[in-house]
């Protein structure tokens, strides 16, 4: 598969990105409210001159939010559709290679992660799960409104 893959822990499960997609990885430290948005809207950012609309992960899987007060935010930037994402992540920790393509995931997990799941794959560190990162994007409103 050969396929890079940015390793990050959200809601303290080490998971993978597929780091095609990744444009950065940034700290965030001013987050304007957006009043009325989507609850895994977390605000938005500013990043060289860009707006960036800031997902929180956490939420996004149906999860509490971590208190993080007026502390420094690890992020992920994304781009989705023409516009740019940052990903509130627990921490960013590697880059690594891919070594299978996505497998499927023979266990339960919840509906936030099997929502956002694309798959295990494996790694030299071991298997880690792939996320869909247009899946934390649209967040868990997109299921309901479906059904």
């Known amino acids: 598969m050969n396929e890079l893959l940015l390793v ?4 303290g499960q ?3 990105l ?5 444009e950065s990885v940034v700290e965030l430290d001013t987050l ?5 948005a989507a609850d895994h809207v977390a605000g938005l950012s ?10 929180c992960c956490r939420r996004s899987l149906g999860l509490p939010q971590a208190h993080l007060g007026n502390a420094v935010r690890e992020a992920a930037v ?13 921490g960013v920790e590697d880059v690594l290679e891919a070594i299978s393509d996505a497998a499927p995931v023979r266990a339960t ?10 798959g295990m794959v494996e790694t030299e560190e071991g298997a880690l799960l792939l996320v869909d990162v247009e899946a934390l994007v649209a967040g868990p409103d997109v299921t309901r409104q479906a059904a």
Not at 46 to 55: D, E, P
Not at 78 to 90: F, K, M, N, S
């Open 8 to 11: 990050v822990r959200i809601a």
């Open 14 to 16: 080490r998971v993978a």
């Open 18 to 22: 597929p780091a095609a997609r990744i």
């Open 32 to 36: 304007i409210p957006v009043p009325r």
């Open 46 to 55: 500013a990043l060289r001159s860009r707006v960036l609309t800031v997902i």
């Open 78 to 90: 994304t781009e989705v559709d023409g516009h740019h994402y940052a990903l509130i992540v627990d």
């Open 109 to 118: 997990m919840g509906d936030g992660w099997e929502r956002v799941s694309s």
